[in-house]
């Protein structure tokens, strides 16, 4: 009998990880590149922490966005939700590919006339639209969409006063199974109160009902949502026509759409559970094509869709400041992101990733952001190695949000970054500084000695 050959015996560390409970890896990723550009040469030059957006992910998304409903019906509009995310570069970058503004204050209406977007392709939502914002809406020829009677009754007076027409849509909100339904904004389909509405709106002599809006809810992962909500709007639609002959020209149903985030609590990750812009689009396409609405008039579909076009674009880039025991046991890595940075945390379990590879070994890890608050909690129990301080870590899909949403509490926001489709780096947002801060305040004179 041939002797075997004999090897001699390794010990391989296994690197697989222990799957969790649901069978998922947890070996955790490391991202050590933004589009090609180098973590480490990034936080050199511009220092820690500090934001990162991918223009080209962002036109990637549109596209496929755009793509999903344009080749489902004839006649589509995108409208860049501005509180999702309203720098300037981002919102210009929407604007180039084709997008209108979707605004919800005068400041952000501002900012839209400021990065190029005319009047006429402004949608006016929100509830709080003062006296000088709905007289220039009006003189703009924008899109104000009724939120309340009072509203309506004010607007109502100013464009008579102004002996203008104002172009309205009237917000509408609607049960699609969708619960809580979020019923404080617009007027209620199924009690008859839009339908009231409506009727005052048609017979006003300085109103001209241009659309119907509905804005459900946000990260809505039930696409049958959509499909109910687009054959009640259209229904809606072909009552106005068959009553007034009026067609409205369009039918805006808002945003939502799920982002690929992970919610809190939710068993499997947002990447793998949340529906594609083709799920949403044929749903709500089918349900417009199905409808009564005449062929030969079809309105024109907004969608206002905001945290699924941007989120993925978003990085934010910051380094570990600590590593603690707990009294349990527990690991603690202290970061220099907190939730004043990273508002999306209070619901999304963000991944936090490591830039390059430490070690195969991960630990049930808390990772806390800077701030001496309680509730300053970056991810509450993470499977995640051991790194020190002035490591870099990474947290990607933020660019929903955190960047509207942040807070100045305790420090200055940092800067943010744009990288272009070229893989040159911008400076978008300057870092804030303490003089910019202290400028806005006065201390009374018995104060000053
Ligand atoms: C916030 C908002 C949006 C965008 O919502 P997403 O869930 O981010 O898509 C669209 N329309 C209106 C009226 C909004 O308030």
């Known amino acids: 009998m041939k002797k075997l ?36 040469d990034i936080m050199a030059q511009y220092g820690s922490p500090l934001y990162v957006i991918s223009e080209s992910c962002i036109r990637k998304t549109y596209r496929q966005a755009q793509r999903a409903f344009a080749s489902r ?16 570069a981002v919102c210009k970058i929407f604007h180039s590919e084709g997008a209108w503004a979707e605004v919800v204050s005068g400041f952000e209406y501002s900012k839209a006339i400021e990065n190029g977007i005319s009047g006429d392709q402004i949608i006016f939502n929100g509830p709080e639209k003062s006296k000088e914002d709905l007289e220039r809406a009006i003189n703009d020829g924008a899109m104000i969409h009724l939120d309340s009677l009072d509203e309506f009754y004010f607007l109502g007076e100013l464009a008579h006063k102004l002996n203008k027409t104002a172009k309205v849509a ?21 009690n008859g109160e839009a339908w009231h509405v409506l009727n005052r709106v048609m017979i006003h002599d300085s109103m001209e009902l241009l659309g119907l809006h509905t804005h459900m809810g946000t990260y809505i992962t039930a696409v049958s949502a959509y499909a109910i909500a687009a054959k009640k ?4 639609a072909i009552r106005l026509f068959r009553k007034f002959n009026h067609s409205v020209k369009y039918l805006d149903l808002g945003g939502g759409f799920a982002s ?13 559970t949340c529906p594609s812009f083709d799920d949403y689009a044929e749903v709500i396409t089918s349900a417009l094509l199905a409808s009564e609405l005449p062929p030969d008039r079809l309105p024109l579909l907004i969608l206002e869709s905001g945290r699924a076009l941007v989120d ?6 910051g380094s570990v400041l600590a590593n ?23 619901w999304y379990e963000h991944d936090v990733l490591p830039t390059q590879m430490k070690s195969d070994q991960t630990e049930n890890t808390t990772i806390y952001g800077p701030l001496c608050m309680n509730i300053d909690v970056i991810r509450e129990a993470v499977q995640f190695p051991l790194l020190q301080r002035g490591d870099a870590v990474v947290i990607p899909r933020i660019g929903a949000y955190n960047m509207t949403q942040w807070m100045q509490f305790i420090k200055l926001r940092p800067p943010v970054l744009l990288i272009d489709e070229d893989r040159n780096l911008h400076l978008i947002r300057k870092k804030e500084t303490y003089e910019q801060f202290n400028n806005m305040e006065d201390v009374p004179e018995h104060l000053k000695t």
């Open 170 to 190: 009237l917000r509408i909100n609607l049960d699609a199974g969708i619960y809580p339904q979020w019923d404080r904004f617009g007027f209620n389909l199924e």
């Open 233 to 236: 709007m259209a229904d809606l």
């Open 73 to 88: 019906y004839p006649r589509v509009q995108f409208a860049w939700s501005y509180k999702t995310n309203y720098l300037n």
């Open 5 to 40: 050959d004999y090897e001699r015996p390794i010990i391989n560390k296994v690197n697989a990880g222990m799957p969790d409970k649901f069978g998922m890896g947890t070996r955790v990723p490391i991202i050590s590149h933004i589009e090609e550009l180098a973590i480490k």
């Open 324 to 346: 603690k025991r707990l009294v349990d046991g527990r690991r603690a890595t202290v970061i220099d992101i907190g939730v004043n940075m990273l508002f999306t945390s209070f």
């Open 312 to 317: 993925d674009a978003g990085f934010m880039l």
């Open 260 to 272: 690929k985030n992970t919610l809190k609590g939710a068993y499997l990750p947002g990447s793998d």
